[in-house]
């Protein structure tokens, strides 16, 4: 389900002024290239990023990707992410109701993480 969500993403952000995307029948590529980065990481650093951070709805098991459940995050990146969310939230959500469902989900969960 993850390509063909990344195609709907392509094609709903291909309808923006100034948005050019790569050609569709790449982006299952790119999806999985991006999904599959978990051993680029060496273990010295991914300990170093670790320290001090939160997790990010660690239950969350409906992922196809593979590697560790937790997500680690400084508050910081938290309320980072609040905003961009809520600014998402604001300009689209009127247009597309999918999308509002989706960012809806990701606000929820990092709301509560943070």
């Given at each position: 389900?993850?390509?063909?969500?990344?195609?709907?993403?392509?094609?709903?952000?291909?309808?923006?002024?100034?948005?050019?995307?790569?050609?569709?029948?790449?982006?299952?590529?790119?999806?999985?290239?991006?999904?599959?980065?978990?051993?680029?990481?060496?273990?010295?650093?991914?300990?170093?990023?670790?320290?001090?951070?939160?997790?990010?709805?660690?239950?969350?098991?409906?992922?196809?990707?593979?590697?560790?459940?937790?997500r680690p995050y400084t508050p910081e990146q938290l309320l980072s992410m609040v905003q961009m969310l809520d600014g998402l939230l604001q300009k689209w959500s009127a247009r597309n109701?999918?999308?509002?469902?989706?960012?809806?989900?990701?606000?929820?969960?990092?709301?509560?993480?943070?």
């Amino acid at each position: 389900q993850g390509p063909e969500e990344a195609i709907r993403m392509t094609q709903f952000l291909a309808q923006s002024k100034g948005v050019v995307p790569i050609e569709e029948e790449s982006v299952p590529c790119v999806w999985r290239a991006v999904v599959k980065y978990k051993d680029q990481i060496p273990d010295a650093n991914k300990r170093r990023l670790n320290e001090s951070r939160r997790r990010l709805d660690p239950s969350h098991h409906d992922s196809q990707r593979s590697g560790p459940t937790e997500r680690p995050y400084t508050p910081e990146q938290l309320l980072s992410m609040v905003q961009m969310l809520d600014g998402l939230l604001q300009k689209w959500s009127a247009r597309n109701t999918r999308l509002k469902e989706i960012l809806e989900g990701y606000l929820s969960d990092v709301n509560e993480a943070y």
